[in-house]
């Protein structure tokens, strides 16, 4: 599945009944088919008090982290999969997803997800990296459920007349992706320029993925939502990521008592692939 050009592999699992155990080994082998190579595992379970329960798990085996593309993309799965009956919940989908309720409603073609506030915020975070071609750069950190570093481009001395477009994400995203300052967990690693007013451009280096991700949600809110903390932009917020594929980032309540943050965009089926394994 495609969100936004962020893409997935998803199984039922409440058919397979595979443990942590096992995903956690056995999602390197999901996430690179003979078919695919896919960013991420979504994990689909059936659940008595949710639509749905759902785990993602990175390319890597690790696990934890939300992921807000992933999200639309568990609730189209399991609405079409029919892992829920669609007629119980015809405005909001409530579900389960790596440790927290969250809600999903269809708005015509696309999906909206809507976040709890942030768990943390530090604006005005500076770091230095030992290449001295990169000095100290200044970005906010967020926490959305997933854990995010978030650099306006245009900020930083060194990089303000450096095109977006022509970054050098991958030589120097995983200076900050390992950064001590974010041990032990680590950290992705945003980099945006805002286009107009309520308009940015984003790129995100993924942790786990350990590369550029063709979008990433939660990448997407969290620097929608420093944009309009610095006054650079206003919700709603729309976020063209590295697949050109706009998100939406909108908020409910204000910028300084939020009540929810939301995420829409589309969500779509792309393919099919067979694996056997044996366990």
Not at 111 to 133: D, M
Not at 186 to 215: C, D
Not at 261 to 276: K, V, W
């Amino acid at each position: 599945m495609s969100g936004a050009g962020n893409i997935f592999t998803v199984i039922d699992n409440s058919e397979y009944r595979l443990t942590h155990e096992q995903l956690v080994k056995l999602s390197p082998l999901f996430c690179q088919t003979k078919t695919y190579k896919t960013e991420g595992l979504l994990v689909m379970n059936k659940d008595d008090s949710y639509a749905f329960r759902s785990d993602f798990y990175n390319p890597d085996g690790s696990f934890g982290a939300m992921c807000g593309n992933g999200a639309r993309c568990a609730v189209a799965f399991s609405n079409k999969n029919k892992l829920f009956n669609i007629e119980f919940y015809p405005n909001e989908i409530l579900f389960f997803m790596c440790g927290r309720d969250y809600i999903g409603r269809y708005n015509e073609k696309n999906i909206i997800i809507y976040f709890p506030p942030p768990i943390k915020i530090q604006s005005n975070l500076a770091v230095k990296v030992e290449n001295v071609t990169l000095s100290e750069v200044v970005g906010t950190y967020v926490d959305i459920g997933s854990k995010h570093f978030v650099v306006n481009i245009r900020k930083q001395t060194q990089w303000k007349d450096k095109p977006i477009d022509e970054f050098d994400l991958f030589g120097i995203a995983p200076e900050f992706r390992y950064h001590p300052k974010f041990a032990p967990d680590g950290v992705n690693f945003n980099v945006y320029e805002v286009k107009y007013k309520n308009t940015i451009i984003l790129r995100t280096y993924e942790k786990g993925v350990e590369s550029e991700t063709g979008a990433c949600g939660t990448g997407a809110i969290s620097t929608a939502l420093v944009s309009v903390m610095n006054n650079e932009t206003f919700f709603p917020v729309s976020v063209i990521p590295t697949s050109k594929i706009p998100l939406i980032v909108n908020i409910v309540g204000t910028i300084n008592k939020i009540e929810k943050l939301s995420l829409e965009g589309p969500a779509e089926f792309i393919g099919f692939s067979e694996i056997e394994i044996t366990v």
